[in-house]
């Protein structure tokens, strides 16, 4: 099977910053990972997808990117309806979704 | 618009049955999967199952398989998650989410069904 581990949580920044969480394949998954926001009290919601791609209607502060079994989710500017968890998800062909731990981002 | 709107919270005993709903609306029902997913503190989130409702075809994760069954009502655009024998393990919230035909992402969910089980 293969394991999602996420880095750091939690996560604490002041507004403006640049906040970047990483997660971790166990072993070599291509570009097959999504990165999912949820707010407390809330459905989870897709903001990037396949690694890199920014869901329509997300704002652009928001991107991933990928370096063999490691990915990176990225908030350019932290603004404070960012507040929430952070999750990224595999997903391979049977299908079979994995989610990560979360990643729980607030402002100092 | 597209909306997955999901029926209100339960609290059952253990061994009672339960079915929950997800009614869909502003898209082709018959042409995106639906997805379920188990929210807990414990566990996180935990991918359960999709059902396609063009073809009946549906896909379990193995560690959900036997304890649930999904289903639709095409002519109502809803899905269905259903227990025969809840336990209190069963407790948590439970997410539909849409997923496109070739599945690799959740683009849109539902608000949750939180189920609590307890005697």
């Known amino acids: 099977d293969i394991q999602m581990t996420q880095s750091p949580s939690p996560l604490s920044a002041s507004v403006g910053d640049r906040v970047t969480i990483t997660c971790q394949a166990s072993?070599?998954?291509?570009?097959?990972l999504n990165w999912y926001q949820q707010k407390p009290g809330k459905a989870p919601k897709l903001l990037i997808y396949?690694?890199?791609n920014l869901e329509p209607g997300v704002p652009s502060r928001f991107s991933g990117s990928r370096s063999g079994t490691d990915f990176s989710f990225t908030i350019t500017g932290l603004q404070p309806e960012d507040v929430a968890t952070y999750y990224c998800q595999h997903y391979d062909s049977l299908p079979l979704f994995t989610f990560g731990p979360g990643t729980k981002v607030d402002i100092k | 618009e597209v909306q997955l709107v999901q029926s209100g919270a339960e609290v059952k005993k253990p061994g009672e049955s339960l079915k929950i709903s997800c009614k869909v609306s502003?898209?082709?029902?018959?042409?995106?999967?639906i997805g379920w997913v188990r929210q807990t503190p414990g566990k996180g989130l935990e991918w359960m199952g999709n059902?396609?409702?063009?073809?009946?075809?549906?896909r379990y994760n193995p560690s959900f398989q036997g304890q649930v069954t999904m289903s639709f009502d095409k002519f109502i655009t809803t899905a269905y998650l259903q227990w025969r024998r809840l336990e209190a393990s069963d407790t948590a919230i439970y997410y539909c989410a849409r997923l496109p035909r070739l599945g690799r992402k959740m683009d849109h969910w539902g608000q949750g069904t939180q189920v609590t089980v307890s005697s």
């Open positions: 396949d690694a890199y």
């Open positions: 502003g898209y082709d029902f018959a042409t995106f999967w």
């Open positions: 059902i396609y409702p063009g073809d009946s075809e549906t």
């Open positions: 072993q070599d998954i291509g570009n097959s």
